[in-house]
């Protein structure tokens, strides 16, 4: 198994964004939901136009837990998800297959993200990049730990904190800073 990091660099995140522009809106849309709601792939790819169309938030059963989770849609992105779902039907996958009715595969989104990062030169990167990105910027901006432990649905703060990989992050900042 590979493991995949964060984003931890805005620039990066912003050529990611304009890399996926130039292959599609649905792509681009994948990753921005992706790092603006933490929800796993299988979460993502799930949803439907109805879930978001003329919505300011999403309630879903997550695939993993089963439980029921309910998230606003950033306003930043509501915009662009109108454009990209208003002649599609309500009942159609919001992140539709080319060759089917059904969403795209996993294996599908993680091309996607794999291939616009590799343009870029963006190792250890993959679908679950997106969901710790979300976790990793969150805490960085509100430093609530608790929160994000809840959001995320994990048991520990440590586990929460390594997820994201803040706990061998800090731990390297703190020796740099360290001399006897």
Known sequence: MNIVDPSRNKEYINAV???????????????????????????????????????????LREKKTHKTRRFPIPKEIRSFIGEYVEQKPLSRYLFKSRKSNKPISRVQAY????????????????????????????????KDIALLQKILNYSSQDITLRYIGVTQEVIEDNLKMFAL
């Open 17 to 59: 964004k304009r890399v996926l522009r130039e292959s599609g809106t649905r792509n681009l849309l994948l990753f921005l939901l992706g790092i603006n709601t933490g929800l796993r792939v299988s979460d993502l790819l799930a949803l439907r136009v109805r879930d978001v169309k003329d919505k300011d938030s999403v309630q």
């Open 111 to 142: 091309r996607i993200i794999r291939e616009a990062c590799n343009i870029l030169g963006i190792e250890h990167t993959g679908t679950h990049s997106l969901r710790k990105t979300f976790g990793y910027h969150f805490y960085k901006q509100t």
